[in-house]
């Protein structure tokens, strides 16, 4: 079983999916996300930062092992 974690905004709409079976912790999300919606913790991506998404799907683009699932994109 997967070990994803979820983060999910009520202000914004969206909820963010993160595998962390996938996620190998090379922080693209970080560096790509234009609002700082991510953060790496213990060499995982998080998305504590949520409710300032905008939506851009950069993060999901960005990831080289598809570790993030993004309900906008």
Same mark, same amino acid.
């Given at each position: 079983?997967?070990?994803? =974690? ?15 079976? @996938? ?16 953060? @790496?913790?213990?060499? =995982? ?29």
């Amino acid at each position: 079983m997967a070990n994803v =974690k979820s983060w999910e905004s009520e202000e914004v709409g969206c909820t963010i999916n993160i595998d962390h079976d @996938l996620c190998n912790g090379d922080a693209e999300c970080v560096e790509v996300c234009p609002t700082e919606v991510y953060e @790496l913790v213990d060499g =995982k991506s998080t998305a504590p930062n949520i409710d300032e998404c905008i939506e851009c799907c950069a993060c999901v683009e960005a990831c080289p092992t598809n570790a993030i699932e993004h309900s906008s994109c």
